[in-house]
């Protein structure tokens, strides 16, 4: 018990603040003890594995249309993952589309970005609301979440010591990185991850000069479509009236940056 509350206590300190002039006020995560590159390796191996099993099923970038419509939008969104990320500039960006029913959308670490039909046309997204989805995942990627995640699964599993010395790798050091990867591309973020993604999303999509008011308009049709959401507390992501407020709580601060991402267009 007193090993995992020391976890917790030093991810919260080691989780800074982002300075910001203007716009919303995000943490990013100091614990990064797992190399970038290995982190952005671990998604590009797994993104290219997904397009491929789609592209055997015939269902990636089927539509012509639709995959421009995506691109575009995030066009648009990517110059402005700087904000949170300098490094974001370097990174080799790549944008897809599943023909798929989930309503699902991800952006793994170094700008891996897919898109699955059944979010758009379940939801009916506009685009200043897929906007507001691609920036979300965008932010997660920016903010380094997966990376955070990775190393806070090794900490937990080969402890401190093998963590810092940047992974002498024994077998039982490289059978966990091996699961930390995991868990850094595929299983969901946590509350906080979350809801600093929300944020840092608007932010992105205001800058980009989509209404950021539509993150509200996709929450409330999320919440709509239906499912069994688990409790907050019991839920790695928060409820759907949370994220409606802490959006809508954080707009006087886009909206700015949303009219004179408008004037400049």
Not at 151 to 162: F, P, Q, W
Not at 176 to 182: I, V, Y
Not at 200 to 222: C, N, Q, S, Y
Not at 225 to 249: C, F, K, V, W, Y
Request: glycine content about 6%; proline content about 5%.
């Amino acid at each position: 018990m007193f090993r995992k509350l020391a976890l917790c206590v030093l991810l919260t300190v080691l989780a800074a603040p982002l300075a910001a002039d203007t716009g919303v006020q995000v943490r990013k995560p100091r614990l990064l003890l797992v190399p970038e590159s290995m982190v952005n390796e671990t998604a590009a191996q797994q993104y290219a594995q997904l397009k491929q099993q789609a592209a055997v099923r015939r269902a990636l970038n089927t539509s012509e249309p639709v995959v421009a419509r995506v691109r575009a939008i995030a066009a648009r969104l990517i110059p402005h993952a700087t904000r949170f990320n300098a490094k974001a500039a370097q990174w080799a960006w790549e944008v897809n589309v599943i023909d798929a029913p989930m309503v699902n959308a991800f952006c793994m670490p170094g700008g891996k970005i897919m898109v699955f039909t059944g979010l758009i046309d379940r939801l009916k997204l506009t685009d200043d609301e897929l906007a507001a989805i691609i920036g979300h995942e965008i932010a997660h990627a920016a903010l380094e979440h997966g990376r955070a995640r990775m190393s806070e699964a090794v900490l937990k599993n080969v402890g401190i010591n093998l963590a810092a010395a940047y992974f002498g790798l024994s077998n039982v050091g490289t059978a966990a990185l091996a699961q930390a990867a995991q868990l850094a591309v595929t299983l969901p973020y946590s509350r906080s991850h979350e809801t600093d993604a929300d944020l840092a999303g608007i932010e992105l999509a205001a800058r980009a000069g989509f209404d950021p008011r539509a993150a509200v308009t996709v929450w409330k049709k999320m919440s709509a479509l239906g499912g069994n959401q688990p409790p907050q507390l019991l839920s790695t992501h928060p409820a759907h009236a949370t994220r409606i407020r802490d959006l809508e709580g954080a707009l006087p601060k886009v909206l700015p940056l949303y009219e004179a991402a408008r004037t400049r267009r």
